[in-house]
């Protein structure tokens, strides 16, 4: 079955009909011709028929997807209707050699009734209670569905069903319990992302505990509150090998049981209150020594721990993790906590890591030279700390890495190109500090040529001068580009102006930086740009409307403001010409800024106000 076959929705002639169509689809003749519709303006279906193959039995609905219902002898295995509004007219229609009918589902399904067979039908009671009687169902999503009111129990008589995707399931807010889920014996994959499960906070653990084929768990954003410390005796510990429990609001430590489970692969616990030590969840040593000899910390590939208050080291943790045999972990997120102690050298024992997040911590010291090890790393996040070391050379190895983000750390020490020798792969590179104190220096031969295209370059207090970095020369893709009190003492050369690159920000603010900025720079929509404080000379650059935010001030731009400057950029929020040579008057253009949030012009040489300019910056928001 092919969900997404767009299929032709000409010709077709319209007959009314009802839900008796999907109460009596097993009748439709079993031919090889397509089933295909319009559930809405923006919203298609199609599909084919099966011959035979009852498998392969599918009803699937999506917006700006398609439909596709296979009719059988026995009840569909596979029902999706996936991010629709049923609040307005559905349509289901079929196709034969001559004629096409067209079947009402219904109309204002989702919060009204729609007539069927002269009886009155809702969301909750029709389609989906009809669903809930289709006893051989294996597959079903209805997320994004926004039918109204609770999740009916009916779907717990589905008691083959292998897998359920309810996420995001309402079109408003509903307390549901989850009783009913007790009757899916059968059940491997539940999605209830986003449903509001508060009524089952005290049992929902216990509930779960009773599938026992269960494999993957996602209950994010669900509002359950509450984390028990023990597990129910259930095949849980062996069957789980995903787990979401994201955005619930907990307010406990991490249970013991979590890190017991044998197969876990991925566990996701961000954005919830989370307190205590990340050990506090191992109990001790000797625990640690025992679940690592299990296995059962050593087939996670995915650890995420983000966004709560767990405090302590980590370096256990780590070790641990990079004590078995053979670690899988690909990403540990363990940002926005209360972490810190010196990172470990474990951590290049974890070959197999892609994505490492510690930002928004208190870690301090070096990064470990170990990190060299991992060949395999894309991400390295360490902003927002207290590491006060230096950067190893070996990080250079790091061919795959794509995003390296150190900013707002007090990082000592020389950078030179060998940090970059072979990163390949680099687009991002980030360490900017919002306070002027300068610690990190960048020692970069002139003639070094960079293995790398950078998209995003922000540099801030680090000395990069005093003249201007040579091996930007080859930078052609670069969207963002801030060296801002970076020691800069030096005229831009021309082939910057002329890299012809389209910049999302431009801050070279804070420099000793001279001569005339070219009116030939292109910018990309809500663009900034930060020349303040430096030493350009000449008449104002005049850009393109892109430009929202720009800061000319602490210059010795001169002349008159172009007259057309109000029009040219006429998308300015934000606009600094202050401490300037500028003479003349404000130009009349000016009122025609809409957008302006603040202008300041002060201490340059222009000609009192007109009395429309005083008006106008008196009215400013």
Known sequence: MDCHQLLPKDDLNAAPSTLQLLQNFTNLPMVGKPLYGVVSDAVYIGGSHDQGTAGARVLCVGVQGFF???PLKLAPA???IKGVALTQRRWLFSSSNKASQIHRIGSH??????AANGEAWSATTGAVKFIGSLEKLRYLNLSGASFGGPIPPQLGNLSSLHYLDLKEYFDESNQNDLHWISGLTSLRHLNLGGVDLSQAAAYWLQAVSKLPSLSELHLPDCALADLPPSLPFSNLITSLSIIDLSNNGFNSTIPHWLFQMRNLVYLDLSSNNLRGSILDAFANGTSIE?????????NLKTLILSQNDLNGEITELINVLSGCNSSWLETLDLGFNDLGGFLPNSLGKLHNLKSLSLWDNSFVGSIPSSIGNLSYLEELYLSDNSMNGTIPETLGRLSKLVEIELSENPLTGVVTEAHFSNLTSLKQFSNYRGTPRVSLVFNINPEWIPPFKLSFLRIRSCQLGPKFPVWLRNQTELTDVVLNNA????SIPKWFWKLDLHLDELDIGSNNLGGRVPNSMKFLPDSTVDLSENNFQGPLPLWSSNVTKL??????FSGPIPLEYGERM????DLDLSSNDLNGTIPLSFGKLNNLLTLVISNNHLEEFQSF?????????
């Open 109 to 114: 399904l989702g919060s009204g009734k729609t």
């Open 487 to 490: 020691g800069i003492s030096d």
């Open 78 to 80: 596979r029902v999706i």
């Open 613 to 621: 300019g005083m008006v106008y910056l008196t009215s400013m928001p």
């Open 290 to 298: 025992r679940l690592r000899n299990m296995g059962s910390l050593c």
């Open 570 to 573: 006429s998308m300015l929020t």
């Open 551 to 556: 800061y000319l001030n602490d210059n010795f």
């Open 68 to 70: 596709s219902m296979i």
